[in-house]
């Protein structure tokens, strides 16, 4: 059975940094990835490591303050988060799958953890 388990969401302030984790079970997959959903607002792609790690894609809003990254033999991905900004408050959701295009789409995930939330206070 697959599971995904997110953890390191939290409470932090206005350029503040955290580090998400997403820790996957059952198999290994290609392609993992993050997403968020604010309230109100519909799931967002935020960052996707592709080919098992060895491309990364980002969502323009996160690009240069947020890193991807994943330690295949732990079976787990990383979403390193710099400079956040209060607009950055969301549940963010891990995602895996077989991939086929550039990561950012939600129907190339097959899999989906259940969230953490991180809010950013200005």
């Known amino acids: 059975q697959v599971q995904l388990v997110e953890s390191g969401g939290g409470l932090v302030q206005a350029g503040g940094s955290l580090r998400l984790s997403c820790a996957a079970s059952g198999r290994t997959f290609s392609t993992m990835g993050w997403f968020r959903q604010a309230p109100g607002k519909e799931r967002e792609f935020v960052a996707a490591?592709?080919?098992?790690?060895?491309?990364?894609s980002y969502a323009n809003a996160v690009k240069g303050r947020f890193t991807i990254s994943r330690d295949n033999a732990k079976n787990t991905v990383y979403l390193q988060m710099n400079s956040l900004k209060p607009e950055d408050t969301a549940v963010y959701y891990c995602?895996?799958?077989?991939?086929?295009?550039?990561?950012?789409?939600?129907?190339?995930?097959?899999?989906w953890g259940r969230g953490t939330q991180v809010t950013v206070s200005s």
């Open positions: 995602a895996a799958g077989s991939g086929g295009r550039d990561g950012s789409r939600a129907d190339e995930y097959n899999y």
């Open positions: 490591s592709l080919w098992s790690g060895s491309v990364t």
